[in-house]
């Protein structure tokens, strides 16, 4: 009797946050059934264990060396096979195209993107002493930013400018999306919604940039 596989109980806003995640800051091994999620911060795996219900442990990766971090190994042949059906495969970073997500989800995944691989920066501008706001999502695929890009505008709102910069030591392209103050404070309003689940840090930097004056009342980077 062939054994029967294991399902996730994780649905709805939870599931696709875990899938934009997993897009940014996760791995499919080339077996078929681990799934890899990595991060710096130990204190955001271990409550993304508790909301998720995984059992599995949060793992030192890289010990003692510059790149050590922190990870959870999910073991989950139908979640994987899940994770295919939707866009994500191994060795991503380079060829993902695009990721089939609910529009209603979008920015659940969006929030899963920006935890994972977003940069969130403020500063002072040195004419009109204002604070600026911007927000950053890289990644090493030209062809799934574009599409990124475009899903932003359509479901969003926003309008990004992307750019792009050889990284001689990887031998390849980093592709960056960016968006201002009035783009970003949309795109925060709608992501990081009141009890959505997230990284601590950047729910703080999301409601730290919300609640600072938008400066432009109009921006051609929103509609």
């Known amino acids: 009797m062939p054994h029967k596989r294991k399902e996730l109980k994780i649905e709805g806003s939870d599931l696709w946050y875990l899938v934009g995640l997993i897009t940014s800051d996760g791995s499919l091994s080339s077996d078929g059934r681990h799934i ?3 991060s710096k911060n130990y204190e955001f795996l271990t409550q993304l264990k508790e909301r998720l219900k995984i059992r599995n442990n949060v793992c030192v990766k890289d010990k003692g060396t510059k ?3 922190y990870r959870i190994q999910i073991a989950n042949r139908n979640f994987y096979d899940f994770l295919l059906s ?5 060795n991503k970073s380079l060829t993902l195209k695009s990721v089939n997500i609910p529009e209603i989800f979008f920015k659940d995944f969006l929030r899963g993107l920006i935890d994972g691989d977003g940069s969130v920066r403020s500063w002072i501008h040195p004419i009109n002493l ?8 890289y990644s090493g695929s030209q062809v799934f930013m574009q599409w ?3 899903r932003i505008e359509e ?4 309008r990004g400018k992307l750019y792009y910069e050889l990284k001689s030591k990887f031998k390849s392209f980093v592709y ?10 949309r795109i925060f309003r709608t992501c990081y919604y009141n009890g959505a689940f997230g990284m601590d840090r950047k729910i703080k930097l999301a409601d730290s940039c919300l609640k ?7 921006s051609k980077t929103v509609d």
């Open 36 to 38: 890899d999620i990595t």
């Open 67 to 69: 790149k050590q971090a």
């Open 86 to 90: 939707v866009g994500l495969m191994p």
């Open 130 to 137: 204002h604070e600026q706001w911007s927000l950053r999502i």
């Open 148 to 150: 990124l890009q475009s």
């Open 155 to 158: 479901y969003i709102g926003c």
């Open 176 to 185: 960056t999306l960016k968006y201002g103050k009035i783009a970003a404070k």
């Open 212 to 218: 600072t004056s938008s400066g432009w009342h109009r």
